[in-house]
């Protein structure tokens, strides 16, 4: 199905179960115990042995010489694979530097062995016995220090609007200010696990991954023989917030180790590799430079980001969303890429946005400041409904406006006093703040298969994956609306590459184009059943489990009398996202208490008002914008990867060092979403929510910091360190 002009009237739109609150459909399964994740026992690799990473010790330079004898003599050893025994390997498209260092060392724990042996305990004593010599070089690991040598990436372009310098020159009001963020880690619960099985020159690899197809074909790429020798089996994930997007060290080993082995091995990375040997969030160093009239007009916006990454890697994309947010004659983004030789910078939830916003929305509540402006005023009066480099080019919806105010309405923002530092509750100085949330919608090309089964059971088959974000449910409810069959009597497989490739777990983009994918596919299967039954497919309906015509109605199972029926098709998107900006927008609230005498800062209220097109699910898009609210409230305060910028590595490599919030840290959260449909987003006339909703939080919090204290923090994240000397005198 190709979805080229924006939907009218059709089967989703009886909303029975689409809309619905549905509690997920594979919470049984979660809270028993019984869900297969990567690193459990699997029936086709029931003797699996441990494989256990070893990672470079060194950041730049090259290996000199590997002493295995040790290792492999020791008790249960059964291999030891390095890229000197690995044979010749690729390396996949979606990966910077390699997963399997040698003799180049690319950066600290990069992999650089797998130790096979009979029991866990075995392979990491062995891995222990394991001698590396290394040559170390020099390497570049301060973004600050090499911000002067960055580069502007091919992707994105800067991009320039009227005359930014003029304008910003001549206004009557402005802002000119730098603000900082750090390295971040994804920290989800699941490490990155894989369980790898050969048989016939084919793997089967049960893995964590969010992107099916592309973990396939990256792995084919980096073993050198072709995809479909290769299957990728990744049912349920616990986590991964961009981190498990591509193939990484555990697949890759767990398939060269089982090979060496002669026998299925599982991989799981420990949690001390995760933060070294994976991908993270690059920090960034913003300018945002804003100009206005005397009335709160903006006349000119700047921003400008540096970030740094591997050779060959990409930027973190953190003015984007200053192309798009606010009104301006006069506009100016610009991306820096340095060569930084920590580990790789990748995707973590809302690439680009998260960081961007952070800052962004700290400069438009110091330029409101400036202005005397109230900040939701000034939002307010910069809206814009056209994308203001291309007027001629609407936002296909944007409620912005409207989830500031009821927002407002909604947290009391009336209360709060202008004048930062004023108001006191015994020990603790008060504060509210605002950010708007902004992330665009994209749309990726998601296929399905369907099965009616002689059962009666619908049968929906897809690559897509759970990632926790309750696509299970999402696709049973699709299925079960399409086709009008009870929710109970759909059964959802996902993510294993057999199944037709879908659009998978990123980009927010998941929940709106899978669900079309499988609306297409329902589709199909509508025309198939409805001729199998002589009904005229056009004019047939799907209620309660029949199809009818007029007063010719059967039971839908009847179609599927003689066998199971099936029907395959994909949904792909047209250049409407050409002709409409399609983007999703939200109001993020926030206040705090901050210690007067220690400048401890603790969340007391949260709300965010999102809108973000129909909403599939509310009970799992609530979940999804809490779990991120948590998240922007973590990088707002806690959250920072420390650089050893003498040895090249993340130094704080565990959950005690990598501080992420807790239930203590987080206190009541309030979501709302608007009423919205965008017809112009897909079929489903969804759009995402699962990154909209990390957006703008942490500078929510940071403008909530300065509210209740009176010191601007643009240093992120705002610990009690950065806010001591500038408190308010307390007696
Ligand atoms: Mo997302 S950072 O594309 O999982």
């Given amino acids: 199905m190709k979805f080229e002009t924006p939907a009218t009237t059709n089967p989703i739109d009886q909303l029975k179960h689409i809309g619905k609150p549905t509690p997920r459909i594979d919470g049984p399964q979660k809270t028993t115990g019984t869900a297969p994740y990567a690193y459990e026992r699997h029936d086709r690799a029931p003797d699996a042995a441990y494989g256990y990473v070893v990672g470079a010790t060194i950041a730049k330079g090259r290996i000199t010489g590997i002493d295995a004898s040790r290792a492999r003599a020791a008790p249960g050893v059964l291999a030891v694979v390095t890229a000197q025994n690995a044979g010749k390997l690729g390396k996949g498209e979606k990966n910077t530097a390699r ?17 096979v042996a009979e029991t866990f305990e075995q392979a990491r004593a062995a891995a222990g016995l394991l001698r590396v010599d290394y040559a170390p070089a020099k390497g570049a690991f301060d973004l600050a220090a090499a911000k002067g040598s960055a580069e502007s990436p091919k992707d994105p372009p800067d991009s320039h609007v009227g ?72 049912p349920f994930i616990g986590g991964g917030f961009g981190g498990k997007l591509f193939l990484r060290a555990d697949a890759l080993l767990a398939a060269l180790g089982a090979k060496a082995a002669g026998r299925p091995v599982k991989v799981a990375l420990t949690r001390p590799m995760m933060f070294n040997n994976t991908t993270h969030r690059p920090a960034t160093i913003q300018r945002i430079r804003i100009g206005a009239t005397r009335d709160g007009k903006i006349t000119a916006i700047g921003h400008e980001t540096w970030s740094g990454d591997l050779p060959g890697g990409g930027a973190e994309t953190a003015a984007e969303q200053t192309k798009l947010l606010y009104a301006g004659a006069n506009r100016l983004t610009a991306t820096k890429l340095a060569v930084l030789d920590l580990p790789e910078g990748n995707a973590m939830r809302a690439p680009g946005e998260a960081p961007g916003l952070m800052a962004l929305e700290i400069a438009i509540d110091e330029m409101a400041e400036k202005l005397g402006l109230d900040p939701i005023e000034f939002r307010i009066r910069n809206d814009t409904q056209v994308d203001p480099a291309k007027p001629e080019r609407p936002f296909s919806q944007r409620q912005l406006v409207e989830c500031l105010r009821q927002g407002a309405d909604r947290f009391g923002w009336k ?50 994956t759970d990632i926790g974000t309750g696509s299970y449910t999402i696709i049973a409810q699709t299925a079960a609306e399409t086709l009008g069959v009870p929710l109970k ?69 009847e179609a599927a009398r003689d066998g199971e029926l099936v029907a395959e098709d994909f949904i792909e998107f047209g250049d409407l996202a050409k002709k409409y900006q399609q983007s999703t927008f939200g109001g993020h609230f926030v206040e705090v208490g901050v210690d007067a005498w220690t400048a401890e800062v603790r969340v007391r209220r949260m709300l965010a008002v999102c809108a973000a097109g129909r909403i599939l699910n509310p009970t799992s898009a ?3 914008v809490i779990g ?46 608007l009423d919205e449909v965008d017809p112009v987003s897909s079929p489903m006339k969804a759009k995402g929510v699962g990154e909209l909703g990390i957006c703008g939080v942490g500078a929510a919090v940071a403008n909530a910091v300065y509210n209740a204290t009176g010191v601007r923090v643009r240093d992120y994240p705002i610990t009690l360190d950065k806010l001591l000397d500038g408190m308010p005198a307390v007696a």
């Fill in 99 to 115: 997963l399997l260092a040698g003799p180049e060392v690319e950066h600290y724990h990069q992999a650089v062995a797998v130790v």
């Fill in 163 to 234: 005359d930014f310098d003029k304008a910003f020159a001549t206004a009557p009001v402005k802002l000119d200010a730098t603000y900082t963020t750090p390295d971040q880690s994804h920290a989800m619960m699941e490490p990155h696990a894989s369980t790898a099985a050969w048989e016939d020159g084919a793997v089967t690899i049960w893995t964590a991954n969010q992107m099916i197809d592309w973990g396939r074909s990256d792995m084919a790429a980096t073993l050198g023989i072709p995809k479909a020798k290769v299957r990728l089996v990744s």
């Fill in 415 to 464: 209360d709060r006093n202008a004048t930062p530092g004023r108001r006191r509750e015994g020990r603790w100085l008060v504060g509210m703040g605002v950010a708007a949330a902004f992330r665009n919608n994209l749309t990726m090309k998601s296929g399905a298969r369907m099965r009616l089964q002689p059962d009666g059971l619908v049968v929906v088959e897809t690559d897509m």
């Fill in 489 to 557: 009597q759909v059964v959802v497989r996902l993510g294993d590459s057999s199944f037709p490739v879908s659009a998978g777990s990123g980009g927010q983009w998941g929940g709106n184009s899978s669900t079309a994918g499988v609306y297409a596919a329902c589709m199909k299967l509508r025309e198939v059943a409805a001729g199998k039954l002589g009904l005229d497919p056009q004019k047939a309906e799907f209620v309660d489990g029949r199809v009818r015509v007029g007063n010719d109605s059967r039971p839908l199972i």
């Fill in 622 to 624: 609530r979940s999804q």
């Fill in 628 to 673: 991120a609210m948590t998240m922007g409230t973590g990088a707002a305060l806690m959250e920072e990867l420390v650089v050893d910028k003498r040895r090249g590595f993340f130094a704080n490599h565990d959950l005690a060092g990598y501080e992420v919030p807790v239930h203590a840290d987080i206190p009541h959260q309030e979501v709302v979403f």
